[in-house]
T-cell receptor
Framework: QKEVEQNSGPLSVPEGAIASLNCTYSDRGSQSFFWYRQYSGKSPELIMFIYSNGDKEDGRFTAQLNKASQYVSLLIRDSQPSDSATYLCAVPIFGNEKLTFGTGTRLTIIP | DVKVTQSSRYLVKRTGEKVFLECVQDMDHENMFWYRQDPGLGLRLIYFSYDVKMKEKGDIPEGYSVSREKKERFSLILESASTNQTSMYLC??????????FGPGTRLTVT
C-alpha cells in the first residue's frame, strides 16, 4: 500500500458545481495534512492544512479529516475555471519533518 | 510572505557537466528540501537539510549531492549530469513541524 494515495483523475466538474478530491494515508500517527494546488508548469502552492478531525473552511475551500478512516478530502464549492489544476495531498510520515506527497488529482472545471 | 527563490527557471546542460542548482529562502526556516518532479511519478525527495551543514538522503539521492553552508541557502549538485536527470527540480523550505513552501522550480534539460 502506498503511503499516500489519490485518484489521478482526470476529474471533470461543471463550472459552479462542487469538486471533491480525496486522499488516503497509511500512517495512523500522522497529525497534520496539507493540500497543494499546482498549475501546469508551475510549482505547488499551499492552499489548505488541517490538524483536527472534522471540517476546516477557507473561502470556497473545505478540508475534511477523518483520522479513524485515514482519509482527508478537499471540497471546492462554486468551482471556477481557474480551479483547473493538479491537487496534491501531503502527509508527514513517521513523525518526521519530511512530507510524503500523493501523485495528485488533475481537476478540470468545464465552463 | 515566504519567499523561496531558485537560481534559474530553465537550464540546458550537456551530459557529463557538473550542475549547480541554488535555492534561497528569506524566512529563517530550519528545513530545506530538494525534489524532482516527473510526469506520472509525482514529487520525489532527493535530499533534505534540517540545519546548516546537516543533510539527510531522501528517496532518490543517487547522482546528487547537496551543500548547506548558510541557513538561507541550499544547493543541489549534479556531479556528472546524465540525460535521466532531465526533470523539474523544486526547492522547498519549512519551519519545524510546519508546511513547506516551494520555489518556482528549475526545468533542467540534459542533452
Amino acid at each position: 500500500q502506498k503511503e499516500v494515495e489519490q485518484n489521478s483523475g482526470p476529474l471533470s466538474v461543471p463550472e459552479g458545481a462542487i469538486a471533491s478530491l480525496n486522499c488516503t494515508y497509511s500512517d495512523r500517527g500522522s497529525q497534520s495534512f496539507f493540500w497543494y494546488r499546482q498549475y501546469s508548469g508551475k510549482s505547488p502552492e499551499l492552499i489548505m492544512f488541517i490538524y483536527s478531525n472534522g471540517d476546516k473552511e477557507d473561502g470556497r475551500f473545505t478540508a475534511q479529516l477523518n483520522k479513524a478512516s485515514q482519509y482527508v478530502s478537499l471540497l471546492i464549492r462554486d468551482s471556477q475555471p481557474s480551479d483547473s489544476a493538479t491537487y496534491l495531498c501531503a502527509v508527514p510520515i513517521f513523525g518526521n519533518e519530511k512530507l510524503t506527497f500523493g501523485t495528485g488529482t488533475r481537476l478540470t472545471i468545464i465552463p | 510572505d515566504v519567499k523561496v527563490t531558485q537560481s534559474s527557471r530553465y537550464l540546458v546542460k550537456r551530459t557529463g557537466e557538473k550542475v549547480f542548482l541554488e535555492c534561497v529562502q528569506d524566512m529563517d526556516h530550519e528545513n530545506m528540501f530538494w525534489y524532482r518532479q516527473d510526469p506520472g511519478l509525482g514529487l520525489r525527495l532527493i535530499y533534505f537539510s534540517y540545519d546548516v551543514k546537516m543533510k539527510e538522503k531522501g528517496d532518490i539521492p543517487e547522482g546528487y549531492s547537496v551543500s548547506r553552508e548558510k541557513k538561507e541557502r541550499f544547493s543541489l549538485i549534479l556531479e556528472s549530469a546524465s540525460t535521466n536527470q532531465t526533470s523539474m527540480y523544486l526547492c522547498a523550505s519549512s519551519l519545524f513541524g510546519s508546511e513547506q513552501y516551494f520555489g518556482p522550480g528549475t526545468r533542467l534539460t540534459v542533452t
